[in-house]
């Protein structure tokens, strides 16, 4: 694990500043705090920061290719690389490292851009071929790793984190406010936007090849669209669950290093700990968070299962007064943010480095098999399709007259969500409404009249979404929404999320549920068996898994790793959101009005609505502001 860096110059004669590699490279210490290398040569210059992870002697890089003709900086960790080695020394190829960076060399000189293809992990990778003079990025399948370049004449730079391409001479800090919209709707920026105009990021399942002053990106992989079995064997499908997820956990325990898991007392990563448990001669080391909020906790649920597998358990407890560490986050992350989760999850990471430098989670159980609220609210909206119109409308009227507290908990407020959502005409529409912080009529009084003659006069959020559910359409229903949420929010937010929280701190991550081989395997299994009924998320997985989880695991519905925001800016995040994003630096940057802002506020601290999300999103877009453009 590691971060990357590189400048290629094109079209052009000239040579790469050794001391401009080596600031971008700095920039990325956190990443891999271990050890750096470098390679330069003429207009080409490639970096690295690592992580020792496996083969810690022998694994530095750049590496170089058996016949010197290609070099290459890799962060992640292929997972099948024991696998691929034998073949390859077969066919001819002698390695001098026992590590899985150089059996990505010899795929890449064995296969060409079709390497790509064997590699099972995490990974951004950069590949530099003298002979063809043709650079290759690439990123993995579902977008555990970010790669972000910058294209300007003659020149294509790359990174790990925003921070290391703005140091260049020439790229610019223009920002695009298009980005900015669809944050404000999303919480994040989708690829291969980035808040600046200048930056793209490169997308997940995808290759960049500069050959010959000439730029092609290119997908190579997609889920199994098209492939569901329909009436699959449910004895041998539960079998198969089980087993094809240990075998993904398994893989995910080979380390020369100490490692552990996060363990939230949800299904996914009690799943998780009870099969490295099963794997694991010693005591699994496991990592939970808390608030003093009780209704935000679910450390009791995580000391269940780790007692119950004789767990080596840690736990910590997150108080307003850490949102000290805003600031921070605001840097690493290099774009606004606006997943409150970023907070719990950088401290979880902050205290498991302590012990350990891998630790798994249970991230992808949730796309995998249905988990989240949205999708029974999705299905249940097939009944309010049936309802006669005048029903509709006197439902949807009644529900206006709801309170909305406690967001997103808070019962009244989650039907006056699904109610205004199923309002919403068509798949895409209903499916923002769900998600979005900000929807159009909310954001169009709060956006100055300057900032609005900026943006397009449609929903580019909803032009996204739009796309991701067009390609599915063929798919059943359940199905169809996991595709959106795999090529989504899973690789755009929660990839996101997890990478800069332990990245942030030095840790590595891996997450079982999204081996792309278990992702295949699982999306082709009809949505029936994931949502059974209404109410029965993650049917298939608990079966599989189930005398393995304690009943009160298999029973309790889904939480969310969210945090008491609505509580924190009444009261001790309260003069801090004001102090911030009221400042008259804040406002002078001339997005919004300042009587919106400050009604959106009152209206928040008064009590008559909640809107603790809306206003973490607009305080981690003015701190991202004051890291990034003051």
Known sequence: MCGICGIVY???????????????????????????????????????????????????QPMQSQDQSTWVVFNGEIYNFLELRPNLEKRGYRF?????????????QEMGLDFVQKLRGMFTLALWDKKRERLVLARDRLGKKPLLYTLQPGLLAFASEMRSLLILPG?????????????????YIPSPRTIFKSVSKLPPAHLLVLEKGKVEIRRYW??????????????????????????????????????????????????VVALMSELSAQPVKTFSIGFEEEEFSE????????????????????????AEVLPRLAWHYGEPYADASALPSYYVARETRRHVTVALNGDGGDENFA???????????????????????????????????????????RVKRFIRSAAMGGLPARHLKMLCYFNEDEKAPLYSEHFKRSLPDSSLALKYLSEAFAKSSQEGAINQLLYVDFVTYLPECLMAKMDIATMANSLEGRSPFLDHEFVEFAFRLPGNLKLKGFNQAKWILKEAMKDALPPTI?????????????????????????????SSRALARGYFKEQTLRGLFEEHVSGKRDHGYRLWALLMLELWHQQYMD
């Not at 990443?31 to 992870?53: K, N, Q, T």
């Not at 150089?102 to 890449?108: F, H, S, T």
């Not at 969210?562 to 994003?581: A, C, D, Q, S």
């Open 371 to 413: 988990g989240y609220l949205r999708y029974r609210a999705m299905k249940a909206m097939a009944l309010w399709d049936r309802m006669p119109t005048w029903m509709r409308k006197s439902v949807a009227a009644g529900a206006e007259l709801l309170p909305e507290r406690n967001a997103p908990y808070d019962f009244l407020w």
């Open 554 to 582: 298999r029973r309790r519905g889904k939480m969310g790793f969210g945090i008491p925001l609505g509580p924190w800016f009444r009261e001790k995040l309260k003069k801090y959101w004001e102090e911030h994003v009221l």
């Open 222 to 271: 997609d889920l199994p669209l098209g492939q569901t079995i329909l009436r699959p064997d449910l004895e041998e499908t539960k079998r198969q669950v089980r087993e094809k997820l240990k075998e993904s956990v398994r893989l995910r325990m080979i380390s020369d290093v100490p490692l552990g898991a996060f363990l939230s007392g949800g299904v996914d990563s009690s799943c």
């Open 96 to 108: 001098k490292t026992k590590s899985d960076t150089e059996v990505i060399l010899a795929l890449y």
């Open 299 to 322: 450390l009791p649920y995580a000391r269940e299962v780790a007692e119950r597998y004789g767990c080596d358990h840690h736990e910590m407890i997150v108080k307003p007064e850490m």
């Open 171 to 187: 790229v610019s800090k223009e920002i695009d406010p298009v980005a900015l919209d669809i944050y404000l709707s999303l919480q």
């Open 10 to 60: 094109f079209g052009k004669t000239g040579a790469v500043d050794a001391s401009l590699l080596k600031r971008m490279n700095d920039l990325l210490i956190h990443r891999g705090p271990d050890d750096e290398g470098f390679y330069r040569e003429g207009g080409v210059g490639l970096a690295m920061r690592r992580l020792s992870i496996i083969d810690l002697s022998t694994g530095n």
